[in-house]
């Protein structure tokens, strides 16, 4: 049985080599370009390594700064960019695991969007999927209102207080700082 470790970091913090792994999962992943010093400055990345220090699987956690639910601020991190370097493996599922449990005991709210093809993935891992409800999460940029626009589901672990559940069953938008595209 491998030993594995799990660790959250400040993309600011990465090691060079760390840095250089997401980097290229991502571009292999996704054809995403290196990310830059801002980027890595505002995220912090969920990270499951081997005994040997490399990186079994990733996740970007995105603090969602001023997502208030019910007129309040409350801790909420966005969830993206979820790689398995190794596929099949269920590396993935056991980094979505110790995510859960950093949710849990902080009290945060955990937010993604995903598309059909992977929602169960998430949904094995303990989050809640919500297919109704997506395009009321948008972000206004002056008048023009953004909606997520690449994914077909939002999934979501709630607090303690169910807030989330409490502001989805509420009707309007969900207003968030940020572009809901990541």
């Known amino acids: 049985m491998d030993n594995f470790s799990f660790s959250i970091i400040s993309g600011n913090q ?10 290229r999962a991502k571009a292999t992943e996704w054809d995403l370009q290196p990310m830059s010093e801002n980027h890595l400055s505002k995220n912090s990345f969920a990270l499951l390594k081997d005994s040997n220090g ?20 409350h801790p909420i991190l966005g969830i993206g960019g979820i790689i398995a370097h190794t596929k ?3 590396y993935g599922k056991i980094l979505m695991e110790n995510v859960v449990n950093h949710l849990r005991a902080s009290d945060t709210i955990g937010l993604g969007f995903a598309g059909n093809d992977v929602i169960g993935f998430y949904e094995k891992c303990g989050f809640i999927s919500d297919h109704s409800s997506l395009k009321r999460f948008v972000h206004q940029d002056g008048r023009l209102t953004i909606t997520n626009t690449t994914e077909e589901c939002v999934f979501y672990l709630d607090s303690k207080n169910s807030l989330m559940k409490k502001t989805l069953s509420r009707s309007g938008n969900i207003l968030l700082p940020r572009d809901p595209d990541w």
Do not use: F, H, T, Y
């Open 54 to 73: 490399r990186i079994l699987s990733q996740c970007e956690l995105i603090p969602i700064e001023g997502g208030k639910l019910d007129r309040k601020s």
């Open 14 to 23: 990465l090691s060079a080599e760390d840095l250089e792994s997401v980097n």
């Open 88 to 90: 099949g493996l269920g």
